[in-house]
């Protein structure tokens, strides 16, 4: 039954520009959905594909990564790194089988909580639709589970 | 006189080369098999599976498994060889990482046998038999092995103690696994028996690699002329020497080739391909998504490029077997 399920979003802000969008976003009570589980790195450019991977490994359904908007990086230009390897990943994960859908990077600066609102908004409800992502278990698992 | 210590030589999903690499240490093979007795090897001697069942548990005291497993046979052979062996080495990257034979992973039996029996246009099938693993013929069962839809690496299957890294390990680093082996000096379980820095740390090109790498395309191998003392890097040849474990004597890049990665990752990374990913993707030097991607346009398989050695044993292990076809 779709309706009743909730996917599981992990989301790593950028200390300077999304997480205190998120954090606007809260005092100033805008209501969004519940599903996003926020990481706070220090910038959008600390976080490494291997991150992205093991999410998707450990049970995340889609991974959000929220940085500054272009020239506004903190570190001048941490930003920029994380869309080039944003761009690779993406195409690395949809070679793998994971929906576009389930792997976004959006710039949101400090003072718009309206847009951290949407962005979640929108992404729960797409990752919703797609449903929960199958994956191996982690640590190898029993025969049945790779046998033809 | 004391007994001497047995080893034992195995393949799984492998091509055969990590064998070649034992014959490759040349007269100093005969060394080793002066001072150790090879009890199994059936890509070299005639042993049968009956002679590793006679065998008492425990009494190899090292077994060298190369390739993947990716069929029934080979994952009753390795479980029999655990048995046997008071240490298994994972020997190439396809019993340590998955191997090329990994990516596999990126279909299914199905659809690999539906390629390989019926699609392929060199294969005359017309009435389209596939493999079976059962056959009755003069009321006998007969059985062959069944080929699994996901490949698995050595440690996926059996406990490891040792691995071995390369596509093949060179002679240098089997023979210094073996005297540690013989010499007592082998490190804590688990360990990968090679240097663990990245390879540009060893590279002869080192001196020559830019200090701000920033690339507008990767070139592929092909296209230039590749300069023979320059870093490959440098000249937008995507190597990945940042992120690969060194001890293979960067012999591809003597050969004024690239580093695809078949030593695996240092002891720090989790995920090959994902930090490969990462390094590789932080020297283009476009700042906007037009230019990122004209970038890494050379680049047309990910997976290829970057888990060419180490699908199977990635976060991911395999392409969703619901996106397969």
Excluded at chain 2, 38 to 58: C, Q
Aim: with cysteine; net charge negative.
């Amino acid at each position: 039954m779709p309706e009743l399920f909730e996917p599981r979003i992990v989301a790593f802000f950028c200390n300077w520009c999304t997480y205190l969008a998120a954090d606007l976003a809260g005092t100033s009570r805008i209501k969004y959905a519940p599903n996003a589980r926020v990481i706070r790195v220090m910038c959008s450019g600390r976080v490494d594909a291997q991150f992205v991977l093991e999410a998707f490994a450990r049970g995340a359904d889609g991974v959000l990564i929220g940085g500054c908007h272009p020239g506004d990086c903190h570190y001048q230009e941490g930003n920029y790194s994380t869309l080039r390897r944003f761009e690779l990943l993406r195409h690395l994960l949809k070679d793998i089988g994971i929906e576009e859908e389930r792997f976004r990077l959006e710039w949101i600066s400090a003072s718009e909580g309206d847009k951290v609102r949407a962005v979640i908004n929108d992404m729960v409800e797409k990752v919703r639709a797609l449903g929960p992502l199958s994956r191996l278990p982690i640590a190898g698992g029993p025969l049945e589970e790779v046998a033809a | 006189m004391a007994q001497k210590p047995k080893l034992a030589f195995y393949w799984c999903a492998a091509c055969g080369g990590c064998d070649e690499a034992v014959l490759d240490l040349e007269e100093k093979l005969l060394d080793v098999a002066s001072s150790a007795d090879i009890v199994f090897w059936p890509a070299a001697l005639d042993f049968k599976r009956h002679d590793l069942e006679a065998m008492t548990d425990g009494s190899i005291l090292a077994t060298f498994v190369s390739g993947a497993i990716r069929t029934t046979e080979q994952e009753e052979m390795v479980r029999l060889l655990r048995s046997k062996s008071q240490l298994v080495f994972a020997f190439g990257s396809c019993s340590h990482l998955g191997g090329v034979p990994g990516l596999a992973n990126l279909w299914t039996r199905d659809t690999i046998f539906q390629t390989v029996y019926t699609e392929n246009p060199s294969t005359p099938n017309v009435d389209g038999t596939l493999p079976q693993t059962n056959i009755g013929e003069d009321r006998r069962e007969l059985g062959l092995p069944t080929f699994f839809d996901t490949v698995r690496t050595l440690d996926q299957v059996v406990a490891v103690d040792y691995y071995l890294p390369g596509c093949p390990p060179t002679p240098k680093i089997l023979l210094a696994a073996v005297n540690q082996l013989f010499n007592g000096q082998l490190p804590e379980k688990g360990a990968v028996l090679a240097p663990d820095h990245a390879l540009c740390e060893d590279c002869p090109r080192r001196d020559s690699h830019p200090d701000h790498l920033a690339l507008d395309e990767f070139k592929r191998p092909q296209e230039i002329l590749i300069d023979e003392g320059t870093c490959l890097l440098g000249q937008g040849i995507l190597c990945l020497g940042p992120a690969t474990r060194a001890g293979c004597e960067a012999q591809c890049i003597k050969g004024n080739m690239p580093c695809t990665g078949c030593f695996g990752p240092t002891s720090r990374v989790r995920d090959f391909g994902g930090k490969a990913l990462s390094a590789i993707a932080s020297v283009a030097a476009a700042k906007e998504e037009a230019g990122i991607l004209r970038a890494f346009e050379n680049i047309p398989d990910p997976i290829g490029t970057f888990y060419r050695y180490s699908l199977p044993s990635s976060l991911l292990k395999r392409r969703r077997l619901e996106a397969v076809r």
